[in-house]
């Protein structure tokens, strides 16, 4: 699952899934575009990976304004400028139950987890029709398979992109270009290391595999899915949740 010769674009790309997916793609050879609003974080980032022979362009890219994307994409400088591979990773939380559920809240996670991840595919899709080949990965969540209390906003959006890349998995397949999703479970990243470890212990008794996922365990996912290896997968939804939904 060798990736040389091919560019990445990873969004929400500073920390947790989204780091651990660009060092992922970046030691299997691919040029990583490291895209979120924490450009301290990325640059540090690629500082690290280009010790290890890694070239990674750190971009600022906030998706909670999406009219921005394409402008920001279009000035990526010449050797990024190709864009083979794009995970949508970002996203954000604002949870509550509906009652209390504020317009605002719903709109801000909606526009940043779906809309955001919309505009993003619009702006680098051409280029891959264009050269008859690419792969699409967006990061949605057992929660939008399965719903959960407190976050239908987050649960919408994350539903909203199967619908969305499964519709554009028939739309671009006739380019050689694959859409596809993977669905990560309760995974150990700085969004989990709040919960009480009273909740924490309930919630792994859920989980048939008696843990929680680890950022690789999501990143392995991703990279067989852009690989070559899975040019025959399309449409599809990885579930990466240990057991929480089956």
Do not use: C
Not at 183 to 205: C, N, S, W, Y
Request: glycine share 10%; charged share 20%.
């Amino acid at each position: 699952m060798q990736l040389k010769g091919r560019t990445a674009l990873v969004t929400g790309a500073s920390q947790g899934i989204g780091e651990g997916i660009v060092r992922l793609l970046g030691t299997q050879g691919a040029k990583v575009i490291a895209a979120a609003r924490s450009v301290d974080k990325l640059e540090s980032l690629s500082l690290e990976l280009a010790g290890k022979g890694v070239e990674v362009h750190p971009l600022e890219l906030d998706l909670a304004a999406p009219d921005t994307v394409a402008a920001a994409l279009g000035a990526l400088p010449e050797p990024f400028s190709q864009v083979d591979i794009l995970v949508n990773n970002a996203g954000i939380t604002d949870d509550g139950l509906l009652a209390r559920m504020s317009l605002q809240a719903w709109e801000d996670v909606l526009r940043v987890n779906l809309t955001g991840a919309f505009a993003t595919a619009r702006a680098v899709s051409r280029g891959m029709m264009r050269r008859r080949w690419g792969r699409i990965i967006s990061i949605s969540s057992v929660v939008g398979l399965m719903g959960n209390a407190g976050q239908a906003n987050y649960a919408a959006a994350k539903a909203g992109l199967v619908g969305f890349s499964k519709s554009l998995a028939r739309e671009l397949a006739s380019r050689n270009v694959t859409v596809n999703v993977v669905a990560p479970g309760f995974i150990e990243t700085a969004m989990t290391d709040g919960i009480p470890e009273k909740h924490r212990q309930e919630l792994v008794e859920l989980i048939p595999l008696k843990r929680l996922g680890a950022v690789d365990d999501v990143a392995w996912a991703v990279l067989y899915l852009v690989s070559e290896e899975a040019g025959y997968v399309t449409g599809h939804v990885l579930n990466v949740s240990g057991g929480l939904y089956i």
